[in-house]
């Protein structure tokens, strides 16, 4: 494997609260081409610092791709340094601002002195077009080492790299010659890490060139399988192997693989058979139907939602019994279940599904902490319900819980047990 | 100013889909005791990888803080590592190893042999509590340098540094004896990042120790202003200044300062003034009433949410006319409008908000591309209603669309114009 580091520059992103998130695309389309991300460094708009960055980066990696500071604004450093670092002058690139100039009349909009700088590039360097945006980007090698500059607009920076990028990398990855690396992600919903843990251990060991990791947040736990070998075959029957024996031994529990998302399978789920559904949500606020309808073509499945946030909005929208309320309160088994089954007649769909619950930070009480939520699912038989105390701030109990709700109704759909 | 390296331990953060943001909190925190972020590093579960990032993060920073890798499995890997490049030897810290215990004591769960691992602490580094997980984190000095290391899990990393780590550091920051460095972010929605960067342009060399950096997003333009200052004095009153500057060029497109949300804000402003606020949404598919209901208390302002997606769940849950919706299309000025009326006067409420568009990727036509969005927000008095095409992906759209609205409500509240 050939390694590359990727460098993001931009004191937004070490100070302005702002992540760098280019660099998690970036790292699964190198690992395609046979290079492997070793190291990820955020730099901020200072050419002393970007200098150091880059001169150790052409240490350790073969390949270095930055990110950022191609625009035509003060702060916009990375021509100038990179120009320096390799050795090479600024020449104003007629192409590039043929480029630009038509970008912007197409807005029609004429070139300002500053946008022109855009074009100056490193002496030799290839260009790499913007399909979408202004700056262009570049490439060039420094003795044998291969640099890659990209925008930092995500879009731009996509777009750029899959429709020039990648193919400047290509000689320099050397493919099966140096050894293949595989990476899968298996994504799991209703186990703790510890749970996850101690079902995997006896394969941590059990191959030299695989690699278990796991990483729990609010949609779960996440297992991720490295695998290296010499030759591609060889790493993908390992990875077959061992992806076999991690999915017997999660189960249910196992509800996408890579970059899927739970949504996302159920929008398969419910497609595939042809059912709809209709939300209520409390505690979530909007998120349930907003996860549901960020699929492509959710429409089919999805028709309405309800947000009945305050009592008097269940009595009204759902003729949720005002006696129930009182008696059960807004968080319990009885009102959860009651709302499931009065949005799937409402809404005249296949399903129904519910969520309550005390997101906090207040209106916790010793019998309710903060924390607690019931979710359920009607269907025209039956109405199944859960409920758990889930820890986290406000945000994290709402991801959650929504987590939660959505992965009921996969098991559901599954015709799995619910819970594990 | 001190300046400070973070880095994130994690195969996952390199490969894995996960982004690193627990550096966002660190580096704001930091600043507030005077120590500079100048590098983010991210390197992979090896040991080796790890051990020369912490090498040079010892060159190049005065302390270094890292994240992850404390768990009690294979993969982590930063207490030996540490160890090692600061060679101290690993011993079992039986305070530690009491906290451990007791915490899995109070969930009813035994200690394991992996678990007591997470009680091996470099000799003679000073303990961190963690207050809400299992695994300690720890601080100790390598000559001159600092080295703290926290857990990955942001909730457990935020608490952590706050009770505890933040105190070890004051020693090393050296306070307004080695120079001020002040930052401020000023949020605007309305104006394109060339329009913010033309008002600015006299302000970028005005000051020699100050920079100006722009950020666009799908929340609208950041803009970030860094004071560098001998003393905090001289920084504050030259912040104030440039702030003030700012502001009057920014007018009433700025919403927010720091990390303050759209959503924040307009909580603030219906809590002012008592005011409740009802929501119509198509296709945001109920992300609007989500943001609207993410701050603690939202219930005094929220009391309910429409996610009509559908034509039919128009007709039957806001009674827009049929005819309106078949004539001018549901994508409209006219059934925008109408939906606001609608669920200001069902749900009773002050105001009614409402949303509808062409998230994409299909559904566009050559009057009505993909992208195209109207929102209005009615009173007892008047509707405003605005219209705009809305670039990016599905998501991007529905993202901007959300904000679009948030700030139409905001400029409402505020008295204010509702566009530039």
Redesign the interface.
């Known amino acids: 494997m050939v390694d590359a580091e990727i460098v993001a520059i931009?004191?937004?992103?070490?100070?302005?609260?702002?992540?760098?998130?280019n660099?998690?695309f970036l790292?699964?389309e190198l690992?395609k081409l046979g290079i492997?991300?070793?190291?990820?460094?955020?730099?901020?708009?200072l050419p002393k610092?970007i200098e150091?960055?880059l001169l150790?980066a052409f240490e350790?990696a073969r390949i270095v791709i930055t990110t950022g500071g191609l625009g035509?604004?003060?702060?916009d450093l990375t021509r100038k340094v990179v120009a320096r670092v390799t050795g090479r002058r600024l020449v104003l690139h007629n192409d590039a601002l043929a480029a630009i100039t038509h970008r912007l009349a197409a807005r029609g909009r004429p070139v300002t002195a500053e946008q022109t700088t855009q074009a100056l590039i490193p002496h030799r360097a290839h260009i790499l077009q913007n399909p979408v945006g202004i700056a262009p980007g570049f490439f060039l090698m420094r003795d044998d080492r291969g640099v890659m500059c990209l925008p930092g607009?995500p879009?731009e920076m996509r777009r750029m790299f899959s429709e020039g990028g990648a193919g400047c990398l290509e000689p320099l990855a050397g493919g099966a010659l140096h050894g293949s690396l595989l990476?899968r992600?298996l994504r799991t919903f209703g186990l703790t890490?510890s749970e996850v843990?101690s079902r995997l251990r006896d394969l941590?060991?059990a191959e030299p060139n695989v690699?278990?990791?796991?990483?729990?947040?609010e949609e779960g736990v996440?297992v991720?399988i490295?695998v290296r070998a010499r030759h591609v075959d060889s790493a993908q029957s390992t990875m077959k192997r061992v992806e076999r024996a991690v999915r017997d031994r999660m189960g249910h529990a196992l509800y996408a693989v890579g970059?899927q998302t739970m949504e996302g399978v159920l929008a398969l789920q419910l497609k595939a058979r042809r059912l709809t559904v209709t939300?209520a949500?409390s505690c979530?606020?909007?998120?349930?139907?907003?996860r549901?309808?960020?699929i492509?073509?959710?429409?089919s499945y999805?028709?309405?939602?309800?947000?009945?946030?305050?009592n008097?909005?269940k009595v009204?929208?759902l003729k949720i019994s005002g006696t129930l309320l009182n008696e059960k309160g807004a968080v319990s088994r009885e009102v959860v279940t009651a709302m499931a089954e009065a949005v799937r007649a409402r809404?005249n769909t296949d399903l129904g599904v519910a969520v309550t619950g005390i997101a906090?930070?207040?209106g916790g009480t010793k019998e309710k902490p903060v924390g607690l939520v019931f979710w359920a699912v009607a269907d025209k038989k039956q109405t199944l319900w859960l409920s758990q105390i889930f820890?986290?701030?406000?945000?994290?109990i709402?991801r959650r819980a929504s987590q939660a709700v959505l992965d009921m109704l996969r098991r559901y759909l599954s015709g799995k047990p619910v819970v594990e």
């Open positions: 931009g004191s937004e992103l070490l100070l302005g609260g702002a992540a760098d998130t660099s998690l790292a699964d690992l492997e991300v070793r190291y990820k460094t955020v730099v901020g708009d610092d150091a960055v150790h350790r035509p604004t003060e702060d607009v879009s990476r992600r890490e843990d941590y060991r690699v278990l990791g796991l990483q729990a947040g996440d991720s490295t970059s939300v949500e979530t606020g909007g998120l349930v139907s907003q549901l309808t960020s492509p073509g959710s429409s999805f028709k309405r939602g309800y947000v009945v946030y305050s008097k909005s009204e929208m809404g906090g930070p207040s820890g986290g701030d406000r945000e994290g709402r």
